[in-house]
């Protein structure tokens, strides 16, 4: 049920609430200006029916708007859990998009392969990003699976740290074997593309 429609279905309770406190107002005012005990009678039945059609529209008309208050705190409080994970989500995806293109690239021999490629791609990782553990997965889990789902072997992991290297050496080592890796070559002898964020 639309917000619209809930704000319309109170508003017309509210008006039969005030339609029937009306005629109780002027049940109560013949009440008391009744001069025989059979209108006294009368006035008095159609006071406390009045009375209790009064009390059950307030009554409806507060349970719709708790409902439709409650409703829209549900669905703001869901958008702003959506929006808060839509960055780490978004960032996750295009780490996980650049690393399996890389890997997958020069295994690719024409355009239209390239096409295929990234399309079925972009639709699996529109399903992985939507799980509700995707944040918690770790990267090289994520990128396996998806190589795999693709038809492609995934990248070896990488080796173990060594213990006999301390850790400051093997930081300031990285950058510098990262720089001396191959880039691969692609359809044409290109290299890949830097992933966008699709």
């Known amino acids: 049920m639309s917000s619209a429609t809930a704000e319309r279905r109170e508003e017309i309770l509210g008006e039969l609430a005030d339609w029937l ?46 409902a439709r208050l409650a409703a829209e705190a549900k669905a703001a409080a869901e958008e702003a859990e959506a929006r808060s994970e839509f960055v780490p989500r ?30 079925d791609m972009n639709a699996r990782l529109d399903e992985l990003e939507c799980a509700p553990d995707f944040l918690e997965r770790p990267v090289d889990e ?17 080796p173990p740290p060594d213990p006999l290297i301390p850790a400051k050496v093997r930081t300031q080592a990285e950058p510098a074997e990262a720089q001396g890796a191959p880039s691969g070559h692609g359809p044409n002898g290109a290299g890949p593309p830097t992933a966008d964020s699709s």
């Open 21 to 66: 406190h009306a005629g109780a107002r002027d049940a109560q005012r013949r009440l008391l200006d009744a001069e025989t005990a059979e209108d006294f009678e009368r006035y008095t039945n159609s006071l406390c029916k009045l009375a209790r059609g009064v009390r059950l529209s307030v009554t409806a008309q507060k349970k719709q708007e708790d």
């Open 90 to 119: 978004h960032i996750k995806r295009v780490r996980v998009r650049a690393a399996v293109g890389r890997h997958v690239w020069p295994e690719l021999e024409d355009e239209g392969e390239v096409d295929v490629f990234w399309a």
């Open 142 to 158: 994520l990128i396996a699976e998806l190589c795999r789902d693709l038809g492609y072997d995934p990248p070896e992991p990488p």
